[in-house]
């Protein structure tokens, strides 16, 4: 049942979520009255706003389950862990998004407003106890991502891919919410863990599967795995870069905790049937994202391919179904939203005002050039392939013995195999800046010094974090202990 009164103890477990809510709001008002010269205060607030979230959510940090709102609302390790990495990735994205922003013109304050609700949409789907909670953010992230898609109006590739994002989004909306209505009707719940306990015996087994078939598809269609997946590359390609910077990178967090919270938390007595579906997911990702990417040479379809096959190695975590597995997909989705982050700077960093850095050949004679920055893209690339003893590895190792755990070995070879495949597309980036001539006057950084020094950062982070990956993987575990 929805919750009737509501008590302070309630606000209390609510307290980061209701502050970025009414930050985001005071941001929109604060931003009416700042003239375009003085826009960058918007840009401060933004990131403040952000270390205040992460101070009042590390604050109270969670040790157990606490519930609210009649158990409609979760905050645990797990939801705690996600909006940390939520808001350090967040932070990154209005970083390098500001220098793009301001070159074309789109430097205004409704692109950090959207950010920060889609933020908070993030934060309740990651602690959602009902189905009720969960959608409610879903959506708040969903129209807020179809906002930023749009925002560049005077562009015809990104109106067309905000339309393409819209329906294909409401579609999968729809086909979760469809799912979701039969799950109430086989339990007679909203709250997720009423419907774990209905689930082992429900008499309604039928409607059950119907409605986890449902669920599993919706979810499919917001990680974008295959075959679920034809929104991702024209979205990625039309949308601006920074825009795509967002939403490569924070979301999957998002849709981790979604997949946990209803599957796990809401039908894991029936993970027998859904295990198999992630399962076989995973392995279409995992084939037609390596394979398609080979043929790429615009680097943000590259990356977008490349997305879905990130996404088949998660669900090869996923579709383990225990606490184990579940440690280590959160942990890749954590490893792939730093490196997702990375990989699209790499395109801003090149990019100016009328020339996008979105092909391959474009990163041509960059070790000539810039050797550092070639270096630091070399890092982005190794990682994302997963060569040691970078980050990305650790992370595709972790799914690994998760998938080997659970009894889905053939999974695990095929994954290996396409590991090996994906490693070829992030070569032919890597050949080009240090193998082949420069295009005419050669990549160029015109990039501010902040942008520069937190890519250095962020780079060097994965080969630093690959070093010292134990602390991530022990804090992941312990979100889900045995």
């Not at 609210?68 to 705690?80: C, G, M």
């Amino acid at each position: 049942m929805l919750p009737t009164i509501i008590t302070s103890a309630d606000l209390h477990t609510l307290i980061p979520e209701l502050f970025v809510c009414a930050a985001a709001f005071a941001l929109l008002m604060v931003d009416l009255f700042i003239s375009p010269q003085r826009r960058g205060l918007t840009h401060f607030l933004a990131l403040l706003i952000l270390v205040a979230a992460a101070v009042l959510t590390a604050r109270d940090m969670a040790t157990g389950q606490t519930y609210a709102f009649s158990q409609f609302f979760v905050r645990d390790i797990a939801s705690d862990v996600l909006k940390m990495g939520m808001y350090g990735v967040t932070a990154l994205v209005f970083i390098y998004a500001k220098p793009y922003l301001v070159d074309r013109d789109l430097f205004k304050g409704e692109f950090y407003a959207l950010i920060l609700f889609a933020l908070l949409g993030m934060m309740l789907m990651v602690s959602a106890g009902g189905m009720v909670t969960l959608y409610l953010g879903l959506e708040l992230l969903a129209l807020t991502s179809y906002g930023l898609v749009a925002m560049d109006r005077d562009n015809y590739a990104s109106s067309e891919a905000a339309m393409k994002y819209f329906i294909l989004g409401s579609l999968a909306s729809g086909l979760l919410l469809y799912g979701m209505s039969m799950i109430y009707g086989a339990t007679g719940s909203l709250q997720l863990n009423e419907i774990y306990a209905a689930a082992a015996n429900s008499s309604e087994q039928t409607m059950l599967m119907f409605g986890v078939v449902f669920v599993v598809v919706g979810i499919g269609f917001k990680f974008g795995a295959a075959p679920f997946h034809m929104w991702l590359p024209d979205v990625y390609q039309g949308a601006p870069t920074a825009v795509t910077l967002f939403i490569g990178s924070v979301p999957k967090l998002a849709a981790f905790g979604m997949a946990y919270r209803l599957l796990e938390s809401g039908v894991g007595p029936v993970d027998g049937e859904w295990r198999l579906m992630l399962a076989w997911l995973a392995a279409l990702s995992l084939i037609i994202g390596n394979l398609i990417a080979l043929a790429q040479t615009n680097l943000k379809r590259l990356l977008a391919y490349s997305t879905i096959s990130h996404v088949g190695f998660l669900f090869m975590g996923l579709a383990n179904a225990t606490n184990t597995g579940y440690g280590a997909a959160m942990f890749y989705a954590i490893a792939y939203s730093i490196m997702a982050a990375a990989g699209f700077a790499a395109i801003i960093l090149l990019s100016r005002r009328g020339f996008e850095s979105d092909r391959i050949s474009d990163f041509r004679g960059l070790w000539q050039r810039n050797p550092m920055y070639a270096l630091m893209v070399l890092f982005i690339m190794a990682s994302l392939a997963g060569v040691p003893p970078f980050l990305g590895f650790w992370a595709k190792l972790e799914v690994i013995r998760a998938a080997l755990a659970g009894d889905l070995a053939w999974l695990a070879v095929l994954s290996v195999v396409c590991a090996v495949i994906g490693a070829f597309y992030y070569l032919r980036v890597i050949r080009a800046m240090f193998f082949e001539e420069a295009e005419g006057d050669g990549p160029q950084i015109n990039a501010d010094s902040h942008l520069r020094a937190v890519f250095v950062l962020n780079a060097s982070a994965l080969l630093v974090l690959g070093i010292f990956a134990e602390p991530i993987v022990n804090w992941c575990r312990l979100a889900f202990p045995a």
